[in-house]
């Protein structure tokens, strides 16, 4: 069973909805347990860095995410919920997970920010098996949905799997072995977003195979 | 970088989908649900939904259809009419709408706007402005456009987003439902003066109009509804055509 972690933040419904229009039995929920009982996990986000760190506080979640991307299950950070894995974030100027490090910053173009709409999202790694994977039946450079004031900018070049253009390149999809984060909302994104989902889910059950 | 969106409008009323010229003379366009899912398949950028009488009538949005439409799109959405509290916000929300859309409660009571910002964040607050021509600008009206209320378009735009709104859907009263192009001084007016992307909508009526309202009205979205629903254009070749005019948009 795929969890996604409800900690009040997000637009958990559409992310269910996305997953039911693809046959893909999910559970929302806000506990420990669950979450170590997953095949995989989803982890959504809307909204601030700030108020998303006290709400997992609030609910002790802060120790079991981290432990359950240490041992391994794949994990997907929407958004937020991918922002949130970096060491730091401007927004708020607040401590984050420290999954990967680095830390979240604010755009600096003069366009106007938030950026609001469907951007590219292009490649910068085509070489790896699993990343291929990830991306299959997605044309590169294809369209996603973004709505997004800041990004991650990681000091761990080496896991920046596609760039998006607004103003600046920035980090729109990153994976470092089990841990996936995108900018963008897949659910929202049309056919592209939904493979996407598709294909992560894929990604994780083959991870899981022998369970 | 970001392209331009296209955005159907489902107006709402007891169920289904109605549209009028002039916001007034309301004729059937059909089954919300049915036509979300037509144009989740044929490529819009975006959806929003506005139930049009749930203002003026003073009664809640019928939140049952906004789930159904919902489970059958997967572009973002948009929910409007009626809304008053933080509470209603969340209902819309969790019934799978991304974003809600302010209007006569906004106008009444522009704290509301800084309220649901801070709760939900600017992203998820789109304030709806109709305006009407004045000989001097436009003026902001409420209630379904049915009340004056003595507000500057422009200076309320402003004041909106510096209330924390996300996004500002334009309607021009005057050409809603007219078919005779989109009121272009007005969006282009309001798009340089406001820093969040500004939805245009009313009087679209042929393919050059989305043409003008991107190239000319600094539009960052359009939106249509009747010119849609009764298959005047597709949205399909509305694209094509805006790439051969060298306009940005998903394909």
């Known amino acids: 069973m795929m969890v996604i972690i409800d900690y009040g933040l997000g637009n958990i419904g559409s992310i269910t909805n996305a997953l039911a229009k693809l046959g893909i039995k999910a559970q929302l929920s806000s506990k420990s347990q669950d979450i170590f009982k997953a095949d995989a996990i ?17 609910r002790n979640l802060i120790n079991s995410i981290k432990e359950i991307i240490l041992s391994g299950k794949p994990f997907l950070g ?9 060491s730091f974030s401007e927004e708020g100027n607040v401590e984050c997970l420290d999954v990967i490090k680095g830390k979240v910053i604010r755009f600096k173009s003069d366009l106007k920010i938030p950026q609001i709409g469907w951007n590219q999202v292009q490649r910068v790694q085509n070489t790896a098996l699993k990343i291929n994977n990830l991306f299959k039946d997605i044309p590169d450079r294809s369209y996603f949905y973004f709505i997004n004031g800041y990004y991650c900018l990681t000091d761990e070049k080496e896991i920046v799997v596609a760039e998006t253009n607004y103003g600046q390149i920035f980090c729109s999809v990153f994976m470092k072995k089990n841990v996936i984060g995108v900018q963008f909302h897949p659910e929202k994104s049309g056919v592209a977003g939904l493979n996407f989902l598709k294909n992560f889910t894929d990604f994780a059950y083959a991870n899981n195979s022998g369970n | 970088m970001l392209v331009k969106r296209i955005i159907p409008c489902l107006d709402v009323n007891r169920g289904r989908v109605v549209k009028g010229v002039n916001f007034i003379d309301l004729k059937d366009a059909g089954d919300p649900v049915e036509l979300a899912k037509f144009y989740n398949d044929e490529g819009a950028d975006e959806l929003v939904f506005l139930d049009i009488t749930a203002s003026y009538e003073n009664r809640e949005i019928i939140i049952d259809i906004v789930r159904k439409v919902a489970r059958q799109i997967f572009i973002p959405f948009t929910v409007g009419g009626g809304i008053r509290s933080v509470r209603d916000i969340k209902k819309i929300l969790l019934a799978g709408a991304d974003k809600v859309s302010l209007n006569t409660s906004a106008v009444t009571n522009p704290e509301f706007i800084t309220e649901a910002a801070n709760v939900f964040g600017s992203q998820c607050i789109v304030v709806a402005i109709d305006a009407v ?12 456009g049915t009340k004056p209320t003595g507000l500057d378009v422009l200076s309320w735009a402003k004041k909106a987003t510096e209330r924390g709104a996300g996004e500002i859907l334009l309607t021009s009263i005057d050409c809603d439902g007219t078919r005779k192009g989109y009121d272009i001084e007005l969006v282009r007016r309001i798009s340089e003066s406001v820093k969040v992307p500004v939805v245009a909508s009313g009087g679209a009526g042929k393919i050059d109009d989305f043409v003008q309202i991107f190239r000319e009205g600094k539009a960052d979205a359009a939106l249509a509804a009747s010119l849609f629903h009764f298959n005047r254009v597709r949205i399909s070749s509305l694209k094509e055509r805006l790439q051969k005019n060298q306009i940005l948009i998903r394909n």
């Open chain 1, 78 to 86: 929407i958004c937020l919920g991918m922002q949130i894995l970096l």
């Open chain 1, 42 to 58: 989803i982890f959504p986000g809307d909204g601030a860095a700030e108020q998303a760190m006290a709400n997992l506080k609030k």
């Open chain 2, 133 to 144: 021509k004045r000989s001097d600008g436009w003026e902001v009206v409420k209630n379904s």
